[in-house]
């Protein structure tokens, strides 16, 4: 039976993928130190055979490498995430981005384990050639904006994992993510879909960042899961970064349309200038497409849920929980 171990298990992308290896009739041992993850996205996880959990900061944990040592595979999914978390605590994002990679990897070299390592379509930085193609070059803006922090903190992981799996002969790969969505995804840190369906169901003002006219493609998690999975055990992809998600493009303004439609809510549409969201100056992309031709080639990847779908599964799981609403257009 093949034993997994979640950095970051409790979280929302986490969550799913031990659901999925579980049904998998896999073993599954999830680390989170809560610090954004839930006890409550474990639900259906919890007193299943095969599935354990620790709470802690697995960065801190000494027992961390011994409990590696006994898997045979790690998705490394722990980070600190949300465009709204980063601005406002970047030495946090720097810190749990780029040390626990370090932590995550170390352990996999040590003991020869399979490794995935959550990274994302912010990588691209400020690039204009759509779609996004793994081998890109990338373009950032400058240190002083703390808006790429994430961005450059999650390259750095990359370039953490390439130099192991070319120096130490680790078996990883790099997973590129574009915006996933799915049931479970909170509002609290900056994710636009689960704030704009908060701000609609509460008749609130829906709050547009820009004008509305950056795209965005949301991929369905329950595609990206399943994809992760098969990237992690697919030779050819060892030593890779592979993008994954959705190209299907939608305005942030349709969305908010899209998505007060879907609640007939009465909640009005309001612009509100970057600045004013975030920090002055800061910058957002107009567009992020991934090019699917290598995910594709490797995995048979082909996303198959429309965001129709997954805003039909997260109105249907009640996501989207109260609480405060901070959001952005990532
Ligand atoms: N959701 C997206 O759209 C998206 C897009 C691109 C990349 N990603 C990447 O996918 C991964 C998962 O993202 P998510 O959306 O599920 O976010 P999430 O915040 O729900 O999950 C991250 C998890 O990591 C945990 N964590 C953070 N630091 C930790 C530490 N030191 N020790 C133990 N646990 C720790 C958090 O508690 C949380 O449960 C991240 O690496 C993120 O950068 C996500």
Redesign the pocket.
């Known amino acids: 039976m093949i034993r997994n171990l979640i ?8 969550s799913h993928l031990a659901e999925h290896l579980l049904d998998n009739g896999e073993e599954v041992l999830v ?8 006890m409550s996205n474990l639900q259906r996880c919890v007193g299943r055979p095969g599935f354990r959990y620790i709470i ?4 801190e944990d000494p027992s961390f490498p011994r409990m590696a040592e006994q898997v045979d595979v790690i998705f ?7 465009v709204q978390l980063i601005v406002n605590d970047p030495v946090r994002t720097l810190e ?2 780029i040390l ?1 990679t370090e932590v995550a990897l170390r352990a996999a070299a040590k003991y020869g384990k399979r490794i995935f390592v ?5 990588v691209y930085g400020k690039g204009t050639r759509i779609p996004f193609s793994e081998d890109d070059d990338v373009l950032y803006g400058p240190t002083t904006k703390r808006r790429w922090n994430y961005a450059i903190s ?1 390259a750095v992981d990359e370039f953490l994992l390439l130099a192991y799996a070319e120096s130490h002969g680790l078996p990883g790969v790099v997973g590129r ?5 799915g049931p479970r ?1 909170v509002p609290h ?1 900056g ?1 636009v879909i689960p704030r704009f369906i908060e701000q609609a169901r509460t008749g609130a003002e829906m709050t547009v960042y820009g004008d509305g006219t950056q795209r965005r493609c949301f991929g369905h998690v329950r595609d990206v899961v399943p994809a992760i999975h098969k990237l992690v055990h697919c030779d050819d992809a060892i030593g890779h970064v592979v993008n994954l998600g959705s190209n299907q493009e939608i305005t942030i303004l349709e969305l908010a349309i899209k998505i007060r439609d879907r609640l007939q809510s009465d909640s009005e549409i309001r612009f509100v200038p970057y600045e004013i969201a975030y920090r002055p100056g800061f910058e957002d992309m107009e567009r992020r497409v991934p090019d699917l031709t290598k995910a594709e080639r490797l995995i048979a990847y082909r996303p198959s849920r429309t965001l129709d779908i997954a805003l039909d599964d997260i109105l249907a799981d009640g996501a989207a929980a109260p609480g405060a609403v901070m959001g952005n257009s ?1």
């Open positions: 950095t970051g298990g409790a979280g929302f992308i986490g680390w989170d130190n809560l610090s954004t993850g839930r802690s900061d697995f960065t490394h999914l722990a980070a600190a995430v949300g749990t981005n626990g959550a990274s994302t379509s912010e999650k993510l574009f915006n996933t969505v995804q840190y994710m990532r």
